[in-house]
């Protein structure tokens, strides 16, 4: 199995109570969630990354365990080795795109991405994305394709052992959206790192052959109902 999750989380707002309740079982190394807005595909990949963490159930990719509630196993998000992409990018905007790219190898200082030990690794990533003639700017001054291909550099060079895309190509324009949904299935086809994208767009579903994961019932309720 690469996929094997099941997982609940309860979540309170001020006015409403959503109960995510997510299984996911798959032999297939893409896998795409689909369905309406509100449905928990979100909370669910960020539950994988680990950065919110389920009431009940388990997490385990490759057979590798994540979490695990009964035993009480809850990897930190950065042993997970999880390339997580959103769809704003979320790039430091702060930082150039050589030190966006080195981030998640630095463990020490914040601004100390570019090391000397890091520095081929970053620059053998800004290759492979066309980006090196960019390194010295910012994401600000950079095009939603151009950020997106940060993101997927900055993604990869940790080696992840699983990608989680979220709407990855929603804010690109039709041509670039096209280019780099190729893009994408040919890296995890070279790279074989398990792949979950979430997705409205048809034209995604029909590119990847992945297991189409469907969201349908809208778990939200009234919070006078618990
Ligand atoms: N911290 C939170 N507290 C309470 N409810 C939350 C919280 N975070 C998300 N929700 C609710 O959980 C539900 C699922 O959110 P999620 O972001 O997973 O949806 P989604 O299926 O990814 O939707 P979309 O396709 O619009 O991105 C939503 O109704 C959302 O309002």
């Not at 590119?207 to 109902?225: N, R, Y």
């Amino acid at each position: 199995m690469i996929f094997d999750i099941n997982i609940q989380k309860k979540l309170v707002s001020a006015s409403r109570t959503f109960m995510l309740d997510t299984q996911v079982c798959s032999h297939q190394d893409q896998v795409i969630l689909f369905g309406p807005s509100g449905v928990g595909k979100s909370l669910t990949i960020k539950c994988i990354a680990g950065l919110l963490t389920p009431d009940s159930g388990g997490i385990k990719i490759k057979n590798r365990v994540l979490f695990d509630k009964e035993k009480n196993i809850n990897i930190v998000p950065q042993e997970r080795h999880v390339g997580y992409i959103l769809q704003n990018y979320a790039l430091f905007p702060h930082l150039t795109i050589e030190q966006n790219v080195g981030f998640g190898l630095n463990r020490k200082g914040l601004f100390n991405t570019v090391s000397r030990d890091n520095r081929e690794n970053i620059y053998h990533w800004l290759d492979r994305f066309q980006i090196t003639d960019l390194a010295r700017q910012y994401p600000g001054q950079l095009s939603g394709g151009q950020q997106q291909r940060v993101a997927l550099a900055r993604a990869l060079i940790i080696e992840p052992e699983i990608l989680l895309l979220d709407e990855p190509f929603a804010a690109l324009d039709k041509k670039l959206r096209i280019h780099m949904r190729e893009e994408v299935k040919e890296l995890q086809e070279e790279l074989k790192i398990p792949l979950m994208l979430i997705t409205h767009d048809e034209e995604d579903i029909k590119a990847f052959s992945a297991d189409l994961i469907e969201f349908t019932s809208l778990k939200q309720v009234p919070k006078e109902s618990f």
